[in-house]
């Protein structure tokens, strides 16, 4: 039987005319007239993606480069590419802060990120009722039973006033605007601000909590859960009253309909019918409090709330309003965020939410030193932290004056976005899956 040539019984095999050594077996090439050996190296070939599913920017190297070149889509993408994946997610991240990744595109312009603006403390404060509001160029808010009040909010040296309290030694418990006139809560009673330190008492037939303007007319809530039309000084019309135990949220203009959130776990619509609000259907959210809502460009959105042991988680919501059967009710619940988890022992809790032309901002306590607002970018649908205060507490109001954001914070202080920029941001990209089995690639963030 003959032995097949190898390096362990050939000695010098290319004097023996061995040309070629494949997997320990000494070969000669069969080469002859019409039968030219030919020798070449096979080239160097990237590894190739599958781009069909996520269109991205990649560079075909001897390896590849992943990056994202806009970030509109917003946070909260922990893989890269995806089946099945959404039209943004392009353009999405996993987590970011400090940055502001819905600014950076002007026409006819290449998208570019920026660092956000820090805030300043205006007012400092321990109470925890700073109910705030602006109307006709000045900031007002509530610091336990007084009313402050800020006359030219943008200005670089600001003074606070404070005005002389409605009801002396009785907490202020909410604020609302009607047209040119600032109405006050305290000590159960409705206050109509006539001028500085001036007040006269609107309503004092019931013991009322909170307050609201809605559709041309004060609406209040009481402290047995009562939801109040409010027109004069006469007794207030009935427009809601809830379980004993339970109470008002908020409020909001929901276009068709006026839209409560309670803490009995339903959102109620109003209609006004006869300049009467009456109650016109209600959505039940199961297993949570709705805390917070408003509207913006044809969506409803709300923020709830879930128990935990020694926390709150929180979330936002997207739905729409449709009237079935002539009952407005709330359809295409869509969960945006969550804030904590089921060990969570922070207050993470939504408790306003305000609208601007492309955006939705709400306040959201983020440790225990530092709460953020969270921006909704309404072309993309992304969000992301946006405005950080050095404070860990509720944001009970948020207000929008020449494009400036306030927003005062719970047994913190009243807090404003300044023209300063912060000192550092990032942007954390999702995982990169090439698809490779055992090699791992280079991400790189432009």
């Known amino acids: 039987m003959s032995v097949l040539p190898s390096p362990a019984n050939t000695n010098a095999p290319e004097s023996q005319g061995f040309e070629a050594n494949l997997d320990d077996l000494f070969l000669r090439f069969a080469v002859g007239p019409g039968r030219q050996l030919n020798i070449n190296t096979a080239p160097l070939q990237a590894q190739a993606i599958q781009t069909s599913e996520t269109p991205e920017d990649f560079q075909q190297e001897f390896g590849q480069i992943f990056s994202r070149t806009d970030f509109a889509g917003g946070s909260g993408l922990d893989k890269a590419h995806r089946r099945n994946a959404g039209e943004n997610d392009f353009q999405r991240f996993w987590d970011s802060k400090g940055i502001d990744v819905f600014?950076?595109?002007?026409?006819?312009?290449?998208?570019?990120?920026?660092?956000?603006?820090?805030?300043?403390?205006?007012?400092s404060s321990t109470n925890t009722n700073l109910y705030m509001e602006e109307m006709s160029g000045s900031i007002f808010f509530a610091d336990s039973d007084v009313l402050k009040r800020i006359d030219t909010p943008?200005?670089?040296?600001?003074?606070?006033?404070?005005?002389?309290?409605?009801?002396?030694?009785?907490?202020?418990?909410?604020?609302?605007?009607?047209?040119?006139?600032?109405?006050?809560?305290?000590?159960?009673?409705?206050?109509?601000?006539?001028?500085?330190?001036?007040?006269t008492t609107h309503n004092s037939h019931k013991t009322f909590s909170k307050i609201w303007s809605m559709k041309g007319r004060i609406v209040a809530s009481d402290t047995a859960g009562d939801l109040y039309?409010?027109?004069d000084s006469s007794n207030p019309t009935t427009m809601k009253t809830l379980p004993t135990g339970t109470e008002w949220t908020d409020l909001t203009d929901g276009g068709a309909v006026v839209l409560g959130a309670a803490s009995d776990g339903y959102i109620y619509s109003f209609t006004d019918e006869s300049s009467s609000l009456t109650l016109k259907g209600q959505t039940f959210i199961e297993g949570e409090v709705p805390n917070a809502i408003d509207a913006a460009q044809g969506f409803i959105f709300y923020g709830t709330y879930q128990?935990?042991?020694?926390?709150?988680?929180?979330?936002?919501?997207?739905?729409?309003?449709?009237n079935a059967n002539n009952l407005y009710v709330l359809v295409n619940a869509q969960l945006i965020k969550q804030w904590g988890s089921g060990s969570n022992t922070l207050n993470q809790a939504p408790y306003k939410i305000i609208s601007t032309r492309d955006s939705i901002y709400v306040g959201i306590v983020d440790s225990a030193s530092k709460t953020n607002l969270w921006r909704y970018y309404l072309p993309t649908g992304g969000i992301a932290r946006d405005l950080e205060f050095a404070e860990s507490g509720v944001v009970q109001s948020i207000s929008v004056f020449a494009d400036r954001l306030f927003a005062t914070v719970s047994g913190g202080g009243l807090y404003r976005e300044s023209t300063n920029y912060v000192s550092t941001g990032y942007v954390i990209t999702p995982l990169a899956d090439f698809l490779h089995p055992k090699r791992n690639n280079g991400l790189e963030l432009n």
């Open 103 to 123: 600014s950076g595109k002007q026409v006819g312009q290449e998208y570019k990120v920026s660092l956000l603006h820090d805030t300043s403390e205006l007012s």
């Open 154 to 199: 943008t200005a670089t040296s600001i003074t606070v006033v404070s005005e002389t309290a409605p009801s002396a030694g009785n907490a202020i418990t909410g604020l609302a605007v009607l047209g040119t006139q600032l109405y006050i809560v305290a000590n159960g009673v409705i206050y109509k601000r006539t001028g500085a330190s001036t007040y």
């Open 229 to 231: 039309q409010v027109t």
């Open 307 to 322: 128990n935990t042991a020694s926390g709150k988680i929180g979330r936002l919501y997207r739905a729409e309003i449709t």
